[in-house]
């Protein structure tokens, strides 16, 4: 089976790629005028290492201009937050992505979208199931005289959140398959090469791995 996956290179979503192994995997990366586009590269080694049987990267960089003063990700004047506020989420960024990941999909005859959020991520509106769930509905409703027709496949939008899984999880999963690469992937929302070690995601990540009981091996600016 086929299966389109939203991948950023992050620790979420390259866990959720390895989880995903079964599928048939076709990676798509924005980028989107974030700080941390170190993440591009990133991805792009990752996905031959798992060994994607396709991997775009779109350029959707014009949202930093819709964007403007919103949130800390894109608008380099806002400080990136060390724990949790609204000004690290952009709007409705999830929607977008899987909205042209779900396109990709229906020209690919994919089955499954996927994306790496997990319980964690309850903060975050565009995480939550029922928002997945409620977007799968529109988007096969967008395309239903050409499911009707049997020229489309009907998608299923997923994410490990739907099977309650949390990052701590997600990392044990990957951590199983891709051993010592999993220290490779990238977290932070800076525009450093070296994770910050400082800003939210982070945090986050360095968390997951102790929660994991995984000795981190990142290399971080601040420890």
């Not at 014009?62 to 004047?77: E, I, P, R, V, W």
């Not at 988007?139 to 027709?149: A, M, S, T, V």
């Amino acid at each position: 089976m086929k299966a389109v996956i939203v991948f950023s290179g992050g620790l979420d979503s390259v866990c959720t790629a390895a989880y995903m192994k079964k599928y048939e995997l076709y990676g798509i990366t924005f980028s989107y005028g974030q700080k941390a586009n170190n993440e591009i590269k990133i991805a792009q080694k990752f996905s031959k290492l798992l060994e994607f049987k396709e991997h775009k990267v779109v350029d959707i960089s014009f949202m930093k201009g819709l964007y403007g003063n919103t949130n800390a990700l894109t608008d380099s004047k806002i400080t990136i937050p060390s724990e949790f506020d609204y000004s690290i989420v952009a709007p409705i960024r999830n929607a977008i992505f899987l909205s042209i990941a779900s396109a990709w999909a229906f020209a690919r005859e994919a089955e499954i979208v996927a994306y790496g959020a997990h319980t964690g991520d309850m903060r975050y509106p565009d995480c939550r199931p029922t928002f997945a769930k409620l977007l799968t509905k529109a988007l096969n409703q967008g395309e239903i005289d050409g499911i009707n027709l049997n020229l489309r496949k009907r998608i299923r939008i997923w994410s490990p959140f739907m099977d309650n899984l949390s990052k701590s999880d997600l990392l044990r999963k990957g951590y199983k398959e891709l051993g010592q690469y999993i220290f490779k992937s990238w977290s932070c929302y800076g525009g450093n090469k070296i994770h910050c070690g400082t800003c939210e995601s982070c945090n986050n990540r360095r968390l997951a791995f102790y929660k994991s009981k995984i000795a981190d091996k990142t290399k971080y600016l601040k420890i």
